[in-house]
């Protein structure tokens, strides 16, 4: 994941790009640059690998102080990790330079027509592309923000830009269409930046710049155009978050923090929206007379954010007796969905900045559905363009594997089931106190869970060298198995896959061999006896069985090899419990790889 941080103020440059750069590196990178203006232009230094080999590289330079400069990290996706492919990228005499985020789609059509005008190309990014075409029409119209906003017209895709001009050594420019970006304002200068971590060092006051606008940066000004360069006036908004949240506070890595930090996340997500043993949604904007109308629900949501939606859709199903359709925002956006009439699009996204996510929102409002977003990031894009939105009181998400707003997503799904429930006559209100009396209790739950992670650190330590892993489960567990998968793989690149434990049968099985790992998901009453049974059939296939299951089952212990207990809970909220020693299992196996 890229990250950008731009400056222009009092301050040493080059010490608050490196310093910002390095509040992001978390988000993984490939290489990291700098531009710095300099009395006599614009000096551009890159590396490839860690961020201190450029600070040493920078060290070595010992550069006249510069108080203008933008910094990037690179995670390479158009072209290998290099040098010529980082960040900032340039024209040929350094009189314009930009860093950038995002995926630029159009950019082989604007590369020809590019070359065509002469220019050259040495890198094989699309970065290099977009930094040429603000040239392009800088020399054409003599102004930055008419080249920028120029070249935002021709550009498809999603960007982030940070840009500089030789000819304007005290001013910094950033765009920005469907990709993150900041505005920051400090005593001492303005900042732009990716992720809030970056600048929070500087200042906790931000602008928000929306989609296809344009801020310019001095010293001690900022103004916001439109694309048609028409000046924009902007609130400053106060970041919330205390410092504290962008450190590791004695955890090793931010994700095993994060974990730690579910049971508060989980108690301020539910603090939020009940109030004396009732669910109060006047936060959200949305009434019960909208939920009483509700005869479909489509979910749409993104990776660990799409499996809340399918225990969303297993829960208010259930209690709610609405039909919910559960979809990714990638395949929603592009399948010309049937909406049908007194129905509410839910988009679910931790940060409120997914492109996916954010284009299925706006396909719904095209077709005047309404949308309500659970989202954490408050101002997000996804959250300002929504009719409803439920934040989440996750706090700020550092780690890149989502854990504590993965947990108060699913809060916010039981929420939703149970007053949809109750305001069309499902549940009764007995039934209610009940259910909430029992979500308040899930924060203690969760930390009993915590108390137990040394057996699952012992047994994570033992599978550190497998190829395979399979997670199986029914129902609401299909869906915590999908989640556990994710977590495995995307952190320890072990390859898994989730099942749902009825289909392994239907040909996967096969690759279950001697010694697989294959993790059952045993949670719901009703389907323990079905999913045990698949458990023995993998198990006459040589799997090694690892049950996870609430405490009372003990008879898994007859067929598994090792079984973890969650407390247990009502049937719905299982998930709440069940994920965390599997948050724990990705999380100890990547530590033991
Ligand atoms: C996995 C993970 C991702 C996100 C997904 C959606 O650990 O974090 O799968 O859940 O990219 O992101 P948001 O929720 O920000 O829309």
Not at 93 to 100: A, T
Not at 129 to 146: N, Q
Not at 316 to 345: C, G, H, N, Q, T
Not at 376 to 399: C, F, H, K, Q
Request: charged fraction near 25%; include cysteine.
């Amino acid at each position: 994941m890229c990250g950008i941080v731009g400056y222009v103020g009092m301050r040493s440059a080059q010490q608050v790009l490196l310093d910002g750069l390095e509040k992001l590196e978390y988000r993984g990178y490939d290489s990291a640059g700098v531009a710095l203006t300099q009395r006599d232009g614009i000096r551009v230094v890159k590396s490839k690998g860690r961020l201190s080999t450029l600070r040493s590289k920078l060290e070595e330079l010992a550069l006249p102080q510069s108080g203008c400069g933008i910094g990037h990290t690179r995670w390479a996706t158009h072209g290998e990790p290099s040098e010529t492919n980082a960040h900032p990228h340039c024209t040929d005499d350094k009189s314009v330079v930009l860093v950038h985020n995002g995926i630029i789609e159009n950019y082989q059509e604007l590369k020809a027509k590019l070359l065509r005008s002469g220019y050259t190309f040495y890198s094989q990014t699309d970065t290099e592309v977009a930094v040429k075409l603000v040239d392009y029409y800088y020399k054409k119209t003599g102004t930055p923000l008419e080249a920028i906003s120029r070249a935002m017209l021709r550009i498809r895709g999603s960007y982030a830009f940070g840009v500089i001009f030789k000819d304007y050594p005290g001013k910094l420019f950033a765009a920005r269409k469907d990709s993150p970006l900041i505005i920051g304002k400090s005593e001492n200068g303005s900042l732009i930046a990716s992720d809030v971590p970056a600048i929070l060092d500087q200042t906790r006051r931000v602008y928000y710049i929306g989609n296809l606008e344009i801020a310019e940066l001095s010293r001690d000004e900022i103004h916001f155009y439109n694309i048609d360069r028409e000046e924009i006036e902007k609130d400053v908004v106060e970041i919330q978050w205390d410092a504290a949240a962008a450190e590791k506070g004695g955890y090793e890595h931010f994700m095993l923090k994060e974990i730690h930090e579910q049971p508060k996340a989980v108690q301020d997500t539910i603090g939020a929206y009940v109030k004396e043993g009732h669910i109060d949604f006047s936060e959200t904007g949305l009434t019960d007379e909208k939920l009483a109308s509700l005869k479909r629900i489509y979910i749409i949501a993104c990776g660990s954010a799409y499996h809340v939606g399918m225990v969303g859709k297993y829960v208010i199903e259930s209690m709610a007796k609405i039909p919910v359709e559960v979809d990714v925002a990638s395949e929603f956006r592009y399948r010309d969905p049937i909406l049908v009439a007194d129905s509410m699009v839910v988009i679910i996204s931790q940060s409120g900045e997914t492109a996916d996510s954010l284009a299925a929102l706006r396909l719904a409002k095209d077709r005047n559905v309404p949308v309500l977003s659970v989202v954490n990031v408050v101002g997000s894009s996804i959250a300002r363009e929504s009719d409803y939105t439920l934040y989440t009181y996750a706090g700020p998400e550092i780690s890149v594997a989502t854990t504590k707003a993965y947990s108060t997503q699913l809060i916010a799904m039981y929420l939703l089931a149970i007053q949809s429930a109750f305001v069309q006559g499902k549940l009764e209100e007995g039934k209610v106190t009940r259910l909430l009396a029992e979500m308040e209790t899930l924060p203690d739950k969760i930390s009993r869970v915590l108390d137990d992670k040394e057996r699952i650190q012992w047994f994570a330590s033992k599978y550190a060298n497998a190829h395979d892993i399979f997670f199986i489960g029914r129902g609401i567990d299909y869906a915590i198995s999908m989640e556990g998968s994710l977590k495995m793989k995307e952190i320890s690149y072990i390859h898994s896959e989730a099942y749902a434990a009825g289909e392994l049968k239907h040909g996967t099985i096969s690759l279950v061999e001697d010694g697989t790992l294959v993790i059952g998901v045993m949670t719901q009453k009703d389907l323990f006896e079905k999913t045990l049974s698949n458990m023995v059939e993998v198990k006459s296939r040589g799997a090694y069985l690892m049950g996870l299951t609430s405490y009372g089952n003990y008879s898994i212990e007859d067929t598994a090899d090792f079984s973890v207990y969650v407390p247990k809970t009502e049937k719905y909220f299982t998930t709440s419990l069940a994920i965390v020693p599997l948050q724990l299992m990705g999380y100890y196996v990547s530590v033991a790889k």
